[in-house]
């Protein structure tokens, strides 16, 4: 038995991500490289440190696509969501009409250069009962998209099977690799019951490319972890898909660098890691590929990214440029495959999330086979197909603003991390908030383990945390601070001691 360290709970929220210049020491830079168990060629495999599928490198360019399950008295079956289509209505309800739909659009997202499609929505079963932690899918059923399906036999289990077939067979039609999303919680074992019955469902399956155990800890993970417990969680996970699927790679999508607090991507037990970067503050998503670069030993992608574009108050042309260098940041980092967020424009009342799509609503594309797929293709779509994935590597990219996103000045803390034998960690994280927990802001440790930590406003609470080691939080009063030789009010944390994840093999 694991022996394991008492920790204290940490409240999790939304962060916002700061940094200013780059110190890394290279002799601590991870090596991600890792080797799968030999299985048949036609099954995509990482190994030192790169998918290969039929003996050969490969690259994904994968793309978001929002999958419903529908349903009648009689079958189920995946259609695209209705979020994409016009004014928010499916246009037919049986499951011939709505497979043609489907295969139609994945054909035109192979036409537009992705070769993997990441499907999230059909496989990911929600748990509105917390009391009894009955699981459900959320289901469409003539105009009603949220009905819930409760799966009461293997009858019911049979039909929900064949739909997850018939998605993949569209992808298979189209030559696409898939990534099938679903969502586990310890707490409800129904979860992990679906996980063990899809995955001996699809072991023989070489449309898939991987299972996604779980959208975004972050967000959707509304319980406080200990990062030991992590660590336990996800290795029951791992351990129930390879024994009844041993064929197919598993990941977890992260939504950014701040998962480390709880969901530490180094003590995460999956084959890759899928992080989900977004620009909310300037050259984020950039800094943060640098952070995973340098601080993460697992093969790593981009599982979700992108930036909104409506071509008037963001322009196609700035979408495009996004993606160019984003994918030249997340090649030269040493990531193993790279993701958009989404295929199609929503309606979904936010521009951030309305305006993502490859492809915009307006308008109609024809496929080479002739088929009519609602909606026009953006430019963004020839950046990715021509990005060169067979290049050499280039230069790591770590941007002036690193360790101070916004170029704050109101308000500072300072510090200094070490470990138990009181040397420094570097690429260790601190975040802070206002008096309401309600404003945050994090930064790095740079080489030598020190930390600056720049605000607007004045600080009250902060955690701190690195890879492979715990968590520690604490309180501060703004009042104490003591204004530096530059004028900005400032509080010193001194050195602050965190302890390894008392997990000992991943240390072996």
Known sequence: MFSRIKRSFVLLSTLTLLSS????????????????????????????????????????????FVVQLRFNEVEMWPAISSSYCPNGTLPYNDRVSSLKDLQAHLNLAK?????????????????????????????SVGDEHNFPIYMQDEKDYSKYLRAI??????????????????????????????????????????????????????????????????????????????????????????????????????????????????????????????????????????????????????????QADFARRTMEQNYNCGGIGYSWWQFKDVNWKHFHQDFLGVLSLQGTTITSKGEVVNGTPKPVNKVIQSFDVTQPRGKCECFSNYYNFSNNNQFRVTGKMVDSDDKP???????????????????????????????????????????????????????TAVRGADGIPTIDLGILKLERVDVPELFD
């Open 165 to 318: 077939d018939d998605l993949l067979n569209t992808a298979q039609e189209a030559e696409l690799k898939a990534i099938f999303t679903t969502r586990l919680f310890q707490e409800a074992p129904e979860t992990e019951i679906n996980l063990m019955k899809v995955t001996r469902h699809l072991k023989d399956n070489t449309t898939l490319l991987a299972y996604d155990f779980f959208n975004e800890p972050l967000y959707f993970d509304s319980l406080e972890r200990k990062k030991e417990d992590v660590f336990y969680i996800t290795l029951k996970w791992q351990q129930i898909a390879k024994q009844n699927d041993p064929n197919h790679l598993t990941t977890i999508g992260l939504a950014n660098q701040r998962e480390l607090f709880e969901w530490d991507p180094n003590i995460i037990n999956v084959d890759f890691i899928s992080f989900h970067p977004y620009e909310y503050e300037k050259e984020q998503v950039r800094n943060e590929m640098y952070w995973y670069s340098h601080f993460v030993k697992k093969p790593w992608i981009i599982g979700e990214t992108g930036i909104a574009a409506d071509n008037d108050s963001v322009s196609y042309e700035e």
């Open 111 to 139: 036409e537009l250069g992705y070769n993997t499609v990441r499907f999230v929505g059909i496989g990911e079963p929600e748990i509105r009962d917390r009391t009894t932690g009955k699981m459900n899918f959320k289901a």
């Open 21 to 64: 210049g780059c110190f890394f020491a290279e002799n601590n830079k991870a090596n991600s490289s890792t080797v799968s168990t030999l299985v048949d060629p036609k099954f995509v495999t990482i190994q030192n440190n790169q998918f290969y599928l039929e003996g050969k490198p490969f690259y994904p360019k994968i793309i978001n």
């Open 425 to 479: 960690i570097e690429g260790g994280e601190i975040l802070a908030w206002d008096a309401p927990w309600i404003n945050h802001h994090v930064t790095t440790t740079k080489a030598d383990g020190t930390f600056e930590l720049y605000s607007e406003y004045s600080f009250y609470h902060w955690m701190i945390s690195a890879p492979f080691f715990d968590r520690v939080r604490g309180e501060m009063n703004p009042n």
